[in-house]
């Protein structure tokens, strides 16, 4: 007998909710040598790279780059835009939310959290009562998670702009985009959105590792009054620096896996045909969970179809189950990666990533892995969900 641990084969199957799938392209392009980051072939690339940017977040306000994954943004944000003790309203929608909230009382802000169903999300009627209520305009920035990557589960940023309009408030829009960029449509502009937070290893396909804000010009006016400290992230004195952006050197090749992956989405496939492409491929992750669910099986964990995400389903499994020894299966006999339960969903839920560089077989490939996961870890479930997803495809566009 051998005592050669058997070690699965194949390539590693990746459907994580983030970091994502890098394309063979940008993995090329990411492995550029060190270059020179002044002269002005870099900056060619620089500033592309932040044109790009701005087309794919529709709009043309600044936007400034971190060296640092999407938490540093969030932080960036904060620190810039308030002072100690100033109130923030934060919708919750999940472990993300919850986060970000956190990091603010970490930093001497206060917050307001809209608690919720994470199940639903929370109520726009809550969130307009909420500012209708705030009639000495106490609240200074009102915090969105577009995507919540933990419950798979969207909030309209428009709905937030319109409720802020609806009431006269002042309140900064502040919105994490983290996990919907490039997956799903995102307009900074049309929302009027004070301060987007964006990073790079979830829809736009690089690695981790850079994050970024866009800053409308009424978040340039509220961080001339802003009091929280702040060095590294501070944007005044990026200002000073050619790049206007990053204290100290910038991360050069993850800007020529950026050239390329902006190439990808906004030259080779066309930015609508990428957000139909995710609605496509998370509908049919929908219809495989919707048949697995009966037989007592695993179900959507969003209740709410008109906030399901596009970028990752949350599926949690029948109670007494382990979610994780469904994830475990995949990993250990499948080479298969799937996420975990996060916070409150820790062993209930499992997750399953459908944004970036996926294609039908892909998501086939991850279904199928999934439903004999369940198998193996004795979860319950109506069999046919991949014949329930190739069903859905099968219609075409
Ligand atoms: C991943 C994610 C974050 C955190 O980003 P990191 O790059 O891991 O720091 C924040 N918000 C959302 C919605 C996310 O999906």
């Not at 307009?187 to 987007?196: G, K, L, S």
């Not at 492409?277 to 959507?300: D, M, S, Y």
């Not at 799937?338 to 077989?361: C, Q, T, V, W, Y």
Request: charged share 20%.
């Amino acid at each position: 007998m051998s005592d050669i641990v058997r070690k699965p084969r194949g390539r590693l199957f990746f459907a994580n909710p983030g970091p994502t799938n890098i394309p063979d392209s940008i993995l090329h392009a990411v492995s550029h040598v060190s270059v020179d980051w002044y002269p002005a072939e870099f900056m060619g690339i620089y500033n592309g790279c932040r044109e790009g940017l701005k087309r794919l977040m529709k709009t043309r306000n600044d936007l400034v780059f971190h060296t640092g994954s999407g938490h540093g943004a969030w932080e960036s944000a904060l620190v810039n835009l308030f002072s100690a003790g100033d109130l923030l309203l934060y919708p919750q929608t999940g472990n993300f939310s919850d986060r970000w909230g956190q990091m603010a009382r970490d930093l001497g802000l206060r917050t307001n959290v809209l608690e919720c169903d994470w199940r639903r999300g929370v109520e726009m009627s809550a969130v307009r009562a909420a500012l209708a209520a705030d009639t000495a305009h106490e609240i200074k920035g009102v915090c969105v998670t577009h995507n919540e990557t933990s419950t798979g589960m969207t909030l309209d940023p428009g709905d937030f702009r319109a409720a802020l309009d609806a009431t006269g408030h002042p309140a900064l829009l502040l919105v994490d985009t983290i996990s919907s960029l490039a997956c799903m449509d995102f307009r900074n502009d049309e929302w009027r959105v004070d301060c987007a937070v964006g990073g790079s290893q979830k829809g736009m396909m690089l690695p981790t590792g850079l994050s970024f804000n866009t800053i409308s010009e009424k978040a340039w006016a509220a961080s001339k009054q802003s009091t929280l400290p702040k060095s590294y992230f501070s944007w005044a004195n990026m200002m000073k620096l050619p790049h206007k952006s990053f204290m100290g050197t910038p991360p050069t090749s993850l800007f020529y896996g950026m050239q390329e992956a902006l190439r990808l989405l906004l030259e080779d496939e066309g930015l609508d045909n990428v957000f139909a492409r995710h609605t496509r491929l998370a509908t049919a992750v929908r219809c495989a969970v919707n048949q697995w669910a009966g037989n007592g099986g695993p179900q959507l964990f969003c209740l709410n179809p008109s906030r399901y995400s596009d970028s990752v389903t949350t599926v949690l499994v029948p109670e007494g189950c382990d979610a994780n020894k469904v994830r475990a299966a995949a990993l250990d006999r499948f080479n298969v990666s799937l996420g975990g339960g996060l916070s409150r969903l820790a062993g209930k839920a499992f997750r399953i990533g459908h944004l970036g560089d996926l294609n039908e077989p892909m998501i086939l490939g991850t279904l199928g892995a999934v439903e004999l996961s369940m198998k193996v870890a004795g979860v319950p479930y109506s069999t046919g969900g991949v014949d329930a997803a190739i069903a859905y495809l099968a219609q075409g566009e």
